[in-house]
């Protein structure tokens, strides 16, 4: 069908919200130098209002036609908002008028204690100096992290920030006429939490209403004619009071502000049985995702009232692949027929936040894979093209429609994608693949005979600090400015070295640093077929730390050993158990930008069957110990509760498939990153992990209470460092978390960790936090 008869002068496209990071990782370098004090507060914020300037331009270059304003963060979006509402906890000591940069990082990362003279000389008059971070968790299903809102009982709320407005402002002086991003109040009250489990964060909303009418009040007066307010709960399971607090917030917009158009945002999944409630809405437009929900289309259509503007969200934001535009024109045509273009809004399905900024960048990837994938930029292009074949009919860009019809073709047939010999493992999988010999408590007793460990062992989760040293020997071999033997002489030393060092400050169980690894992910799927790796394909996990998932493209197998060399090398160092480190395959899954074209849990069981033959390798060279890392596990959930059992059904197997390999001695660890474990204690039990560390410290071993309610039997190293924060944890705050642990553990299951890896700290801070967290083991065992 074509549309071309309805003569529509131009097409309305919207980004959403860009990456922030810059084509180069321009943030990232100027928060790192401000932090380290190489640099100041005056040329981190020039550097921001270069990246923003620059996002502006690019959208408008390429046809973008409403483009966002507030989507930039130092940090974090959520974090943002709480500065803007002034939800800021006491322990930061704000009182009130704007939050400095000061008190912000605070929170984001903590910050160390500084004395009065030097608050008062590094400008921290309202600082929150010497304090931990705030608790930092998984945005929804993805890799992206946030700030937890912490909210007490009698919470106030007051505008404390004016970015959006500054942001806005800064815009316009540019000429770029932008529709402002905030995170809705209903979103960002549910995503908080308070230390009073009696406190429901909704009963805050008729106090944080009000900072937001302002806000917006402003924006308006500043010259606004929408504003997107960003509510990605509309894709979870909304009891009543979320629906009633849905309905009274928009009310009190629509009431304070009628002149001001609102397009509300949903993403990461279907409205389903909140459809209703967001039709009702006083609003001027809504955003679906019709990437991970493509079938809620046609009851939006019927729902929709008429006149609300429908933005819909047709190029996926979360993942890389190229669209089959001629086909989304098949679905696109249709609708702008029924509702006029007026009512019809092209979008990304969320924010482009989560892909990486320009493919143009990469030069070094398989020519036809390369033609298969669109980032940022491209995306941003495909929705401009999208918008001119439905103003100006296909005939317009036909040459575009062509090759991206061409390229959808050309990688539905590749040999690069399909391989038979997977294809022929797989259906050779049984069940008795995914079943240890023994139960836990016969695998237990026959690991402590073996092991010999003393109570609360010590052990770290795998990475030590990845210098400069480190970094610049990488690049160097990359550039063959030094050779592989050198390279390997230098990863050598820093084992050992590493090596040494645990076993002079009395850790129990060592790792060997993983020198060798770019990321966790990446260095496994180097060496896996059907995985491709970019050069800057940067995407932001939280703050300055950026990551470049894999992509997984075709069927995965393991060519040769992984790890066994490096695990060998470090074993023949020292007498004491050496852990072998892997990454699990739901998080390689999990971390990756995965294949489209079939199941998520089909790709997931080849990768465990490439990891299950490692982990054979590594009992055979003689390993007592492997960890499999399954740090993503939890944020794969579908964010429908209905949807669960089927992921999580999928994914334990996959995880017991290649942990169930190896005879009982042999002792399978694995590691969980910022898990709510409740509602998952279940899958976690089924996985039968024989040690299961975990990120705790943030939340002062809250997360324990679901292992006590279970009455998990597991052993557990519970996280008692925080390594995302710079600060050093005393002997004394560490024993007393593991205190708040023994309160729901018996001692004899208990490990003594940090909360992650420590590939991203320095060690100026590694090495102290370590020598105490020893130290508080010992302590321990000393007691009674």
Request: one cysteine or more; charged letters at 25%; a neutral charge.
């Amino acid at each position: 069908m074509s549309i071309s008869s309805l003569s529509i002068s131009s097409f309305a496209v919207a980004s959403l919200g860009t990456p922030r990071i810059g084509p180069r990782r321009e943030l990232k370098m100027a928060l790192e130098s401000y932090w380290s004090g190489k640099s100041d507060e005056k040329s981190l914020l020039e550097t921001a209002r270069s990246l923003r300037a620059a996002n502006w331009a690019r959208q408008k270059a390429l046809g973008i036609t409403i483009i966002p304003s507030n989507d930039f963060s130092f940090y974090d979006q959520v974090l943002d908002t709480s500065v803007m509402v002034g939800a800021i906890p006491e322990i930061y000591r704000w009182t009130d008028g704007p939050v400095s940069l000061a008190t912000y990082f605070a929170m984001a990362r903590g910050s160390e204690a500084e004395t009065a003279a030097e608050a008062c000389a590094h400008g921290h008059h309202q600082h929150g100096l010497g304090m931990p971070a705030q608790e930092m968790t998984k945005w929804f299903d993805t890799n992206y992290h946030y700030i937890v809102p912490e909210f007490t009982k009698g919470q106030t709320f007051a505008l404390s920030s004016s970015k959006p407005i500054d942001e806005y402002r800064e815009a316009k002086a540019l000429g770029y006429q932008t529709r402002p991003v905030l995170i809705g109040p209903v979103t960002y009250l549910k995503l908080g939490k308070s230390k009073d489990t009696s406190l429901d964060p909704l009963s805050l909303l008729s106090g944080l209403l009000p900072v937001y009418i302002e806000m917006l009040r402003q924006l308006a007066a500043e010259g606004a004619e929408w504003v997107q307010l960003d509510e990605p709960c509309l894709a979870l399971d909304l009891d009543a009071a979320a629906r009633d607090a849905l309905r009274q917030t928009y009310a009190a917009f629509s009431q304070a502000l009628p002149g001001l158009k609102i397009m509300l945002t949903s993403y990461f999944g279907g409205l389903g049985d909140n459809l209703n409630t967001a039709m009702s809405l006083p609003v001027a437009g809504i955003h679906v995702d019709l990437v991970r929900a493509p079938n809620q289309l046609s009851d939006v259509l019927k729902k929709a009232p008429k006149g609300l503007v429908l933005s819909l969200g047709i190029i996926d934001g979360r993942n890389i692949w190229r669209a089959n535009l001629p086909k989304l024109l098949d679905r696109l045509e249709p609708v702008v027929a029924r509702r006029g273009a007026s009512e019809i809004q092209l979008a990304p399905s969320c924010s482009l936040l989560h892909v990486p900024v320009d493919l143009d960048q990469e030069n070094d990837l398989d020519s036809d894979l390369k033609s298969w994938l669109a980032f940022s930029v491209q995306k941003m292009s495909e929705l401009a093209t999208l918008g001119k074949a439905l103003a100006g009919g296909r005939e317009s860009v036909k040459d575009i429609l062509a090759a991206s019809a061409q390229a959808a073709a050309a990688r539905e047939t590749s040999p690069k994608v399909h391989d038979a010999a997977v294809a022929k493992r797989i259906g050779a999988v049984t069940p008795a693949m995914s079943q240890r010999q023994s139960d836990f408590a016969e695998r237990a007793t026959t690991q402590r005979a073996r092991f010999k460990l003393p109570a609360f062992p010590t052990t770290t989760i795998g990475s030590f600090p990845q210098t400069a040293e480190v970094r610049k020997a990488r690049a160097a071999r990359a550039k063959g400015t030094i050779s592989d033997a050198e390279y390997k002489k230098f990863l050598h030393e820093e084992t050992a070295r590493a090596v040494r060092w645990q076993e002079e400050i009395g850790l129990d169980v060592l790792v060997h640093g993983e020198f060798e690894r770019n990321d966790m992910v990446q260095y496994f799927g180097e060496q896996l077929s059907g995985f491709a790796f970019t050069s800057h394909g940067w995407v932001q996990s939280y703050g300055s730390r950026c990551v470049r998932p894999p992509i997984l493209f075709g069927d995965v197998s393991r060519p040769r050993p992984m790890t066994v060399e490096w695990w060998q090398y470090a074993q023949s160092l020292t007498a004491k158990p050496v852990k072998g480190m892997l990454t699990g395959p739901v998080t390689i899954l999990n971390w990756s930008f995965v294949r489209d074209d079939i199941p998520r849990s089909a790709s997931c069981r080849q990768i465990a069957l490439a990891v299950r033959d490692e982990v054979c390798d590594l009992e055979k060279a003689g390993a007592k110990m492997v960890q499999i890392d399954e740090a993503a596990l939890r944020e794969g959930l579908p964010l429908r509760r209905a949807e669960w059992d089927d992921y999580l059904s999928w994914a334990v197997v996959s995880f017991r498939i290649c942990a169930s390999g190896v005879s009982d001695e042999t002792q399978i660890h694995t590691h969980m990153c910022y898990s709510e474990f409740n509602d998952i204690i279940d899958a976690i039990s089924a996985m039968d992990a024989d040690v299961i560390s975990i990120e705790t410290s943030r939340s002062q071993m809250e997360l324990l209470d679901a292992f006590k309610t279970y009455k998990y039997p597991n052993e557990i190293g519970p996280g008692v460092y925080d390594i995302h924060s710079p600060r050093v944890p005393g002997i004394g705050e560490m024993t007393d978390l593991v205190r708040l642990a023994r309160l729901r553990l018996a001692d004899e299951q208990l490990w003594i960790n940090p909360d992650c890896g420590l590939k991203t700290r320095r060690w100026e801070e590694v090495r102290p936090a370590l020598v105490n967290m020893v130290a508080a083991a010992r302590k321990l065992r000393a007691q009674p």
